[in-house]
């Protein structure tokens, strides 16, 4: 149970005693209703068990009232008055102090260099030293007037709660109590509802998740199979263009191969018409070459001929003009002979029993008659021959 006397903690604030400083007199002065308030619900809970609720309200008042620290001054550095927050740059030096609209005992912002006066206390949620009881320097002294007449008025209202107490402890107490098991109950069913809540929340959070897990289980095996499609897709893709381009690199050696081949069996006909051409060039040129050499041979036979015809016409006419019948016998009869060719003569002549058959042996000697003739021969003549053949 909380045993807090009255008044306690504001002992040297008698109305009698002057403060040592303005601002720690401001502060017992603003302090003194909720000492009064304080006082009076510590006597009322004295006959109330404690229970969390009430300690813990009773330590939060306490600390807050006894977190803070008096005797500051400063300027006010910045101060937006739209969202009611800024900075009081302190004079002895320290950080600049943060300040809310909460903390100003007046209204209206607060101004750029304004001096003010300021307390300071634990911000419950930062943590940090903040400025509270904020008023302006230049009204301190109607301040000071005003909480002095409020420190005598609510010394008399202490005293005359204090007789009051014993009367209005029972029904305080009474209340007191009814509130806090209310508070309690109402407590206790918030608690109730917002651990429902929460767990409903915990459970929804959770089913969300289990089916956002699932949602993305399930959307990365729908990616993983389609990756899987897709890739084996794309093999079947790459083997396929891989076998065209082996089925195209086949039939292309298969094209090269046929038109190497057609362009050999070409070379080799061009070459064996070429071959054949030279051939028969070949050919053409040894008949050519025959025939020239057959027409210079039958020209020069003829030449020869012709030559000996004229030779043979013009020794005939050489005979005629020495008085001979013939070339022939002038031949035979201009001919030398030796002593064993005449005597052989003479035995053969001797021999013949009849002149005619010795003049006629004398002729042929002589060469005047031809027995076998030579149809080739320039002087052939072939009349008497025909006119053999006619008989």
């Not at 959070?205 to 289990?210: G, H, M, R, V």
């Not at 015809?309 to 001979?324: F, M, P, T």
Request: proline fraction near 3%; hydrophobic fraction near 40%.
């Amino acid at each position: 149970m909380m045993d807090l006397p009255p008044l306690a903690f504001l002992q040297d604030a008698d109305v009698g005693c002057q403060p040592q400083h303005p601002s720690q007199h401001q502060l017992k002065m603003r302090l003194l209703p909720a000492a009064i308030t304080l006082s009076s619900l510590a006597s009322t809970l004295a006959f109330v068990p404690s229970t969390p609720l009430s300690s813990l309200r009773s330590a939060s008042s306490l600390s807050r009232l006894f977190s803070a620290t008096s005797d500051v001054t400063g300027t006010v550095k910045w101060y937006n008055a739209e969202r009611g927050f800024g900075f009081i740059a302190i004079d002895d030096g320290g950080a600049d102090m943060y300040v809310h609209a909460t903390g100003l005992t007046f209204d209206g912002p607060l101004i750029e260099n304004e001096r003010v006066g300021f307390t300071t206390e634990i911000d419950a949620r930062t943590n940090k030293p903040k400025a509270v009881a904020v008023v302006r320097v230049g009204e301190e002294e109607d301040v000071v007037n005003t909480e002095a007449e409020e420190e005598s008025d609510a010394v008399a209202a202490a005293a005359k709660m204090n007789e009051e107490e014993d009367r209005t402890k029972q029904a305080e107490a009474k209340a007191a109590a009814d509130k806090a098991e209310e508070d309690a109950r109402i407590k206790a069913e918030a608690e109730a509802k917002a651990a429902k809540a929460e767990k409903e929340r915990i459970a929804a959070e959770a089913k969300a998740a289990e089916e956002a897990l699932i949602a993305e289980e399930a959307r990365l095996a729908k990616e993983a199979e389609e990756a899987r499609i897709a890739k084996e897709k794309e093999e079947a893709r790459i083997a396929a263009e891989a076998k065209a381009a082996e089925e195209a690199r086949i039939a292309e050696e298969a094209r090269l191969a046929k038109e190497a081949e057609e362009a050999r069996i070409a070379k080799e006909k061009e070459e064996a018409r070429i071959a054949a051409e030279a051939k028969a060039a070949e050919e053409a040129r040894i008949a050519e070459e025959a025939r020239l050499a057959k027409e210079a041979e039958e020209a020069r036979i003829a030449k020869e001929k012709e030559e000996a015809r004229i030779a043979a016409e013009k020794a005939e006419e050489d005979a005629k003009a020495r008085g001979y019948p013939s070339v022939a016998i002038m031949k035979a009869r201009m001919q030398p002979k030796s002593e064993s060719e005449e005597a052989s003569l003479s035995s053969k002549y001797a021999a013949m029993s009849s002149l005619g058959e010795r003049a006629f042996a004398i002729l042929i000697d002589l060469g005047m008659v031809d027995i076998n003739p030579d149809p080739d021969a320039v002087d052939f003549d072939s009349s008497a021959y025909a006119e053999d053949d006619d008989e």
